[in-house]
């Protein structure tokens, strides 16, 4: 087996001494398509052999062993001709008549990326490293997994791609409660780079009893993604997990009026970050009835994600504390959400979890459709001792939910877990950011809206004083 860990910190090195691939985010980027391809077309091949009726949607000249394959092949100007005018012209324009799911993939891994490497000596040093790894061996094909997973973690603080990375924990921690079961239609609408996608096929393959429950994963997990960069790693993280032909739809996922998905698109469960924070575009908030309409991402993807579980479904989802509180639309969409699924459990995190990408409040929201909220647990999440923070070189770890996962069954209140009814809730304008009632005030964290009545307080004080001073001095 090769030294897989060693190939992959060359081939980086190499990347680091090139101009157009000078950053963190650039170096995954590029890794990204030149893996997706390598995996993609070895995989073409063995279909080829193994079904008399498959044909590749690559053309045979394109197969990465054609251009790649050859250590001592094309190289400098002569590569990055090849690659910058033949290669991805053709891929991104490639036949979609047979309107096979394959073909579609490469065009819009290659219609919506680049060759960010400028120099062609260096692109084939990088090439010739990727050819050391056999991919064809299943030891070789979960390390390498396993590595590109760490690439992804590093987009947390890559660029402008930490939005589309939620650290592996989370993603297991979440997948594990909601339990998804073979057979199962699983979806993500914001799938980032494929992090909950892995993390529910992982969960599958561990408990899958025959062959046919194993095949049956790729076709059951789903995923969609609006921007061209994490849909092309997301599909690589897929194929990189043995999906030889992941389910993500290329697309934005509040595009399509509420009133348009029906009965068939309603999957079993849902694990999903949507974006918050951000406002949408194409006024696609016109696609969601008029009592629901907000620029606010999150709260339009809460009210996709109800509609889109079947009766029964389950949700494990995260939203930031902005989400759980406020008047008009989004008291009217946590009504909706208490209404139409029991919301039975929201673990509040601590603020640091996604940092250095953002430092809000977040929570993980665990509900089925089908029945109304009676009332619901709440469960603090602590940092490990010593921590002050969570930072890029000590992120959450899984072990840290073992105590909250023991918790679980038994449900009982202690000084990080508290029960709520629904009539409180009510009263409270549907309210969801309720304090743990067992910390003593001064310790208890604030909201933003919170924050703000101290800060007022704070100026109304300090003017009173000063016009004290003033009547004084007088």
Same mark, same amino acid.
């Given at each position: 087996?090769? !030294?897989?860990?060693?190939?992959?910190?060359?081939?980086?090195?190499?990347?680091?001494?090139?101009?157009?691939?000078?950053?963190?985010?650039?170096?995954?980027?590029?890794?990204?398509?030149?893996?997706?391809?390598?995996?993609?077309?070895?995989? =073409?091949?063995?279909?080829?052999?193994?079904?008399? @009726?498959?044909?590749?949607?690559?053309?045979?000249?394109?197969?990465?062993?054609?251009?790649? #394959?050859? =250590?001592?092949?094309?190289?400098?100007?002569?590569?990055?001709?090849?690659?910058?005018?033949?290669?991805?012209?053709?891929?991104?324009?490639?036949?979609?008549?047979?309107?096979?799911?394959?073909?579609?993939?490469?065009?819009?891994?290659?219609?919506? @990326?680049?060759?960010?490497?400028?120099?062609?000596?260096?692109?084939?040093?990088?090439?010739?490293?990727?050819?050391?790894?056999?991919?064809?061996?299943?030891?070789?094909?979960?390390?390498? #997994?396993?590595?590109?997973?760490?690439?992804?973690?590093?987009?947390?603080?890559? #660029?402008?791609? #930490?939005?589309?990375?939620?650290?592996?924990?989370?993603?297991?921690?979440?997948?594990?409660?909601? !339990?998804?079961?073979?057979?199962?239609?699983?979806?993500?609408?914001?799938?980032?780079?494929?992090?909950?996608?892995?993390?529910?096929?992982?969960?599958?393959?561990?408990?899958?009893?025959?062959?046919?429950?194993?095949?049956?994963?790729?076709?059951?997990?789903?995923?969609?993604?609006?921007?061209?960069?994490?849909?092309?790693?997301?599909?690589? !993280?897929?194929?990189?997990?043995?999906?030889?032909?992941?389910?993500?739809?290329?697309? =934005?996922?509040?595009?399509?009026?509420?009133?348009?998905?029906?009965?068939?698109?309603?999957?079993?469960?849902?694990?999903?970050?949507?974006?918050?924070?951000?406002?949408?575009?194409?006024?696609?908030?016109?696609?969601?009835?008029?009592?629901?309409?907000?620029?606010?991402?999150?709260?339009?993807?809460?009210?996709?994600?109800?509609?889109?579980?079947?009766?029964?479904?389950?949700?494990?989802?995260?939203?930031? =504390?902005?989400?759980?509180?406020?008047?008009?639309?989004?008291?009217?969409?946590?009504?909706?959400?208490?209404?139409?699924?029991?919301?039975?459990?929201?673990?509040?995190?601590?603020?640091?979890?996604?940092?250095?990408?953002?430092?809000?409040?977040?929570?993980?929201?665990?509900?089925?459709?089908?029945?109304?909220?009676?009332?619901?647990?709440?469960?603090?999440?602590?940092?490990?001792?010593?921590?002050?923070?969570?930072?890029?070189?000590?992120?959450?770890?899984?072990?840290?939910?073992?105590?909250?996962?023991?918790?679980?069954?038994?449900?009982?209140?202690?000084?990080?877990?508290?029960?709520?009814?629904?009539?409180?809730?009510?009263?409270?304008?549907?309210?969801?950011?309720?304090?743990?009632?067992?910390?003593?005030?001064?310790?208890?964290?604030?909201?933003?809206?919170?924050?703000?009545?101290?800060?007022?307080?704070?100026?109304?004080?300090?003017?009173?004083?000063?016009?004290?001073?003033?009547?004084?001095?007088?």
């Amino acid at each position: 087996m090769a !030294n897989v860990s060693g190939i992959v910190k060359s081939a980086r090195n190499i990347m680091r001494q090139d101009t157009g691939t000078g950053s963190d985010e650039l170096r995954i980027l590029q890794l990204g398509w030149m893996l997706f391809l390598k995996i993609f077309s070895d995989k =073409d091949k063995e279909l080829e052999l193994m079904d008399d @009726n498959y044909t590749s949607p690559i053309p045979a000249e394109l197969h990465w062993d054609e251009w790649a #394959g050859d =250590d001592e092949g094309m190289t400098g100007d002569e590569l990055l001709l090849f690659v910058d005018r033949k290669l991805f012209p053709t891929l991104s324009e490639i036949d979609l008549s047979t309107a096979k799911r394959r073909a579609v993939l490469v065009h819009e891994v290659f219609a919506n @990326n680049y060759n960010y490497m400028k120099s062609g000596i260096h692109l084939r040093q990088v090439i010739n490293k990727l050819n050391e790894i056999d991919f064809n061996n299943s030891k070789d094909l979960h390390l390498f #997994g396993q590595i590109y997973e760490t690439f992804l973690s590093e987009l947390q603080s890559a #660029g402008t791609l #930490g939005e589309f990375y939620t650290p592996r924990a989370i993603t297991q921690f979440m997948t594990e409660m909601v !339990n998804p079961a073979h057979g199962e239609t699983v979806l993500d609408p914001a799938c980032g780079t494929g992090g909950f996608l892995t993390a529910v096929i992982e969960h599958l393959k561990a408990t899958a009893s025959n062959v046919a429950e194993r095949e049956a994963i790729g076709h059951n997990v789903r995923g969609w993604e609006y921007k061209p960069l994490p849909y092309m790693l997301a599909n690589t !993280n897929l194929v990189l997990h043995d999906i030889t032909t992941p389910d993500i739809q290329f697309g =934005d996922s509040l595009q399509r009026p509420l009133s348009e998905y029906t009965r068939k698109d309603r999957v079993d469960v849902i694990v999903a970050n949507p974006p918050f924070g951000g406002v949408v575009s194409n006024n696609n908030e016109n696609n969601f009835p008029q009592t629901y309409r907000t620029k606010e991402s999150a709260d339009l993807f809460l009210i996709l994600m109800i509609h889109l579980l079947k009766e029964g479904g389950r949700a494990a989802i995260v939203l930031p =504390d902005g989400s759980l509180t406020g008047d008009g639309v989004k008291q009217r969409v946590r009504q909706k959400l208490l209404e139409d699924c029991n919301l039975h459990t929201i673990v509040r995190l601590p603020n640091s979890v996604f940092q250095p990408y953002a430092s809000v409040a977040t929570n993980l929201l665990f509900f089925t459709k089908g029945k109304p909220t009676q009332s619901i647990w709440y469960y603090e999440q602590k940092l490990p001792e010593g921590y002050k923070a969570y930072s890029k070189t000590k992120p959450i770890q899984l072990a840290e939910f073992d105590t909250l996962k023991n918790w679980w069954e038994s449900r009982e209140a202690t000084e990080q877990a508290w029960q709520v009814d629904i009539d409180s809730i009510r009263a409270n304008s549907y309210n969801l950011d309720i304090k743990n009632p067992h910390r003593a005030e001064e310790e208890k964290q604030h909201s933003s809206t919170e924050l703000l009545d101290l800060l007022h307080q704070s100026f109304a004080k300090g003017d009173q004083l000063l016009e004290q001073l003033r009547r004084e001095l007088v």
